[in-house]
C-alpha cells in the first residue's frame, strides 16, 4: 500500500514542495481541472472595463452596497439550481415558483392579515409542496424534468395570476418581511459575521491539511495559509467598503449563509456524496444501491424550497409582489449563474460556490450596463453572450477531463 502511494503522481507532486506543487496545478489545468479560476479573471475584467466606463463610479461603496443586495434573491434561487444541475437535471419552473410563493406570502399577510412570520412560512412550504410534486411526477413516470418543470413553468404561472387575482401588485410594509433584504449591518455586528465566514472557507482548508500532514499527504502549508490569508483580506477588506456606505446586506449574509451550509452538506454528507454518484453516473449509482429516485425527490424539493425563499428576499428588497413576479429574466439569471460559476451541464461536477460566484458576475454587468444606461436588450444579448461562453468552456474543460481520464 505505502509503495503504491509513493509512486503515484498526485503523492509525489505534493511531497516535492512548492515546486511540485506548481507542476501539480500545471497539470490539473492541463487536465481540465480549472475549478473556479476562469470566472475569478472575468470578475478582474468586468470590474476594470466598467470602473473605466463609467468613470470610477462602479466600484464605489454606494454601488458596491446596491450589487450585493441585488444578488440575494437570485442567488439563492441559484444555489437550488446548481443542486438540481449537479444530478444531471433541470428546472425551468424556479423563477416562477419563486414568484408565485412570494405572491402567496403577501396575500396572507396583507389581504387576509395573517401573521408575517406565518405568511413566510407558509409562502416557503408552498415552495416546498411545489418541488415534491414536480419531483414525485418526474420520477414516478420516467418523464424528463425538462418537459415536467416547464408544465411547471406555465402552470405555476396561471397560479400566480390567479392568487393575486385583481389586486394586481401588493404593497408590504410589515418591518419584518422588509427587514429580510432592507436591513444592513455596520460595525462589530458586521465584522463578527465576516469572521464566522472566515473561519469556515479560511480556516477549514487549514485544518484538512493539517489532517492530511498526519496521514503522509500534505501539500505545502505556505500555500494554504497564503491562500487563506488572500481570502481573508478579500472579505475583510470588502466589509471595511461597505461599511463605508450602508453597511453589509441581510439578504447578503442569508445567502452566504446557505452557501456555506450547503458546501458543508455537499462535501462532508452521505447525501452529498450520494447527489455527486447519481450526477456522475445514475444507472452505477442505482447498481450500487442508492436510492436514486429518492435523491431526486429530494433535490427538488430543495431546489423550489430554495426558490421560495429567493422569492421571499426579492419581494422584500421590492417591498411589493406583482403579476411579473419572477418572471422575466429571473429564471435565465438564476441558471446562468450557475452555469457560469463553474457548474456543469453534464451532472457531477460543480460546487454551490458557482452560484456565488456567477452571481456576481450576472449581476457584475446588470448593474454596470444600469449605470451606463444601456437598453435591456443591450444587456440580454450580453448576459447571453457570457452564458453561451460558460457552456463552451465547460464542454472544451470536459473533453480534457474525458482524455485525462477523469
Same mark, same amino acid.
Given at each position: 500500500?505505502?509503495?503504491?502511494?509513493?509512486?503515484?503522481?498526485?503523492?509525489?507532486?505534493?511531497?516535492?514542495?512548492?515546486?511540485?506543487?506548481?507542476?501539480?496545478?500545471?497539470?490539473?489545468?492541463?487536465?481540465?481541472?480549472?475549478?473556479? *479560476?476562469?470566472?475569478?479573471?472575468?470578475?478582474?475584467?468586468?470590474?476594470?472595463?466598467?470602473?473605466?466606463?463609467?468613470?470610477?463610479?462602479?466600484?464605489?461603496?454606494?454601488?458596491?452596497?446596491?450589487?450585493?443586495?441585488?444578488?440575494?434573491?437570485?442567488?439563492?434561487?441559484?444555489?437550488?439550481?446548481?443542486?438540481?444541475?449537479?444530478?444531471?437535471?433541470?428546472?425551468?419552473?424556479?423563477?416562477?415558483?419563486?414568484?408565485?410563493?412570494?405572491?402567496?406570502?403577501?396575500?396572507?399577510?396583507?389581504?387576509?392579515?395573517?401573521?408575517?412570520?406565518?405568511?413566510?412560512?407558509?409562502?416557503?412550504?408552498?415552495?416546498?409542496?411545489?418541488?415534491?410534486?414536480?419531483?414525485?411526477?418526474?420520477?414516478?413516470?420516467?418523464?424528463?424534468?425538462?418537459?415536467?418543470?416547464?408544465?411547471?413553468?406555465?402552470?405555476?404561472?396561471?397560479?400566480?395570476?390567479?392568487?393575486?387575482?385583481?389586486?394586481?401588485?401588493?404593497?408590504?410594509?410589515?418591518?419584518?418581511?422588509?427587514?429580510?433584504?432592507?436591513?444592513?449591518?455596520?460595525?462589530?455586528?458586521?465584522?463578527?459575521?465576516?469572521?464566522?465566514?472566515?473561519?469556515?472557507?479560511?480556516?477549514?482548508?487549514? *485544518?484538512?491539511?493539517?489532517?492530511?500532514?498526519?496521514?503522509?499527504?500534505?501539500?505545502?502549508?505556505?500555500?494554504?495559509?497564503?491562500?487563506?490569508?488572500?481570502?481573508?483580506?478579500?472579505?475583510?477588506?470588502?466589509?471595511?467598503?461597505?461599511?463605508?456606505?450602508?453597511?453589509?446586506?441581510?439578504?447578503?449574509?442569508?445567502?452566504?449563509?446557505?452557501?456555506?451550509?450547503?458546501?458543508?452538506?455537499?462535501?462532508?454528507?452521505?447525501?452529498?456524496?450520494?447527489?455527486?454518484?447519481?450526477?456522475?453516473?445514475?444507472?452505477?449509482?442505482?447498481?450500487?444501491?442508492?436510492?436514486?429516485?429518492?435523491?431526486?425527490?429530494?433535490?427538488?424539493?430543495?431546489?423550489?424550497?430554495?426558490?421560495?425563499?429567493?422569492?421571499?428576499?426579492?419581494?422584500?428588497?421590492?417591498?411589493?409582489?406583482?403579476?411579473?413576479?419572477?418572471?422575466?429574466?429571473?429564471?435565465?439569471?438564476?441558471?446562468?449563474?450557475?452555469?457560469?460559476?463553474?457548474?456543469?451541464?453534464?451532472?457531477?461536477?460543480?460546487?454551490?460556490?458557482?452560484?456565488?460566484?456567477?452571481?456576481?458576475?450576472?449581476?457584475?454587468?446588470?448593474?454596470?450596463?444600469?449605470?451606463?444606461?444601456?437598453?435591456?436588450?443591450?444587456?440580454?444579448?450580453?448576459?447571453?453572450?457570457?452564458?453561451?461562453?460558460?457552456?463552451?468552456?465547460?464542454?472544451?474543460?470536459?473533453?480534457?477531463?474525458?482524455?485525462?481520464?477523469?
Amino acid at each position: 500500500m505505502s509503495s503504491t502511494l509513493e509512486h503515484d503522481p498526485r503523492v509525489v507532486a505534493e511531497q516535492q514542495g512548492l515546486r511540485g506543487f506548481v507542476a501539480s496545478l500545471g497539470r490539473r489545468l492541463r487536465e481540465g481541472d480549472v475549478g473556479q *479560476l476562469p470566472v475569478l479573471l472575468g470578475l478582474v475584467v468586468i470590474a476594470i472595463i466598467f470602473q473605466r466606463a463609467s468613470h470610477g463610479l462602479f466600484l464605489t461603496p454606494f454601488n458596491m452596497v446596491n450589487l450585493t443586495s441585488q444578488m440575494a434573491a437570485v442567488g439563492t434561487m441559484s444555489v437550488g439550481v446548481v443542486l438540481i444541475l449537479l444530478l444531471g437535471e433541470i428546472d425551468l419552473s424556479v423563477g416562477i415558483v419563486s414568484g408565485m410563493c412570494a405572491a402567496v406570502m403577501a396575500v396572507l399577510t396583507v389581504i387576509l392579515d395573517v401573521s408575517p412570520a406565518i405568511g413566510l412560512g407558509l409562502g416557503i412550504l408552498t415552495g416546498t409542496a411545489v418541488g415534491l410534486f414536480q419531483g414525485a411526477w418526474i420520477t414516478l413516470f420516467g418523464i424528463p424534468s425538462f418537459v415536467v418543470t416547464l408544465s411547471g413553468l406555465i402552470g405555476w404561472q396561471g397560479v400566480l395570476l390567479h392568487v393575486l387575482g385583481r389586486n394586481g401588485t401588493i404593497n408590504l410594509q410589515d418591518p419584518l418581511i422588509l427587514g429580510l433584504a432592507n436591513t444592513y449591518l455596520k460595525g462589530a455586528t458586521a465584522y463578527a459575521v465576516a469572521l464566522a465566514f472566515l473561519l469556515y472557507v479560511a480556516g477549514g482548508p487549514i *485544518l484538512a491539511q493539517l489532517r492530511r500532514g498526519r496521514a503522509g499527504l500534505v501539500a505545502p502549508m505556505s500555500f494554504v495559509v497564503a491562500r487563506g490569508a488572500v481570502v481573508s483580506a478579500a472579505v475583510l477588506g470588502a466589509v471595511f467598503a461597505l461599511e463605508r456606505d450602508r453597511g453589509v446586506a441581510l439578504g447578503l449574509v442569508f445567502l452566504l449563509a446557505l452557501i456555506v451550509l450547503m458546501d458543508f452538506v455537499l462535501r462532508r454528507t452521505r447525501l452529498g456524496r450520494m447527489i455527486y454518484a447519481i450526477g456522475g453516473n445514475a444507472e452505477a449509482a442505482r447498481r450500487a444501491g442508492l436510492p436514486v429516485q429518492r435523491i431526486r425527490v429530494l433535490v427538488f424539493v430543495l431546489a423550489s424550497t430554495l426558490a421560495a425563499w429567493g422569492g421571499m428576499l426579492g419581494a422584500s428588497r421590492l417591498r411589493a409582489v406583482n403579476q411579473s413576479a419572477g418572471q422575466g429574466q429571473v429564471l435565465l439569471n438564476a441558471i446562468a449563474a450557475a452555469v457560469i460559476g463553474g457548474t456543469s451541464l453534464f451532472g457531477g461536477r460543480g460546487s454551490v460556490w458557482s452560484a456565488l460566484f456567477g452571481i456576481l458576475v450576472i449581476q457584475s454587468i446588470s448593474n454596470g450596463m444600469d449605470m451606463l444606461s444601456l437598453q435591456n436588450s443591450i444587456k440580454m444579448m450580453v448576459t447571453a453572450g457570457v452564458l453561451l461562453a460558460a457552456v463552451t468552456i465547460d464542454a472544451i474543460l470536459r473533453r480534457g477531463r474525458q482524455a485525462s481520464g477523469r
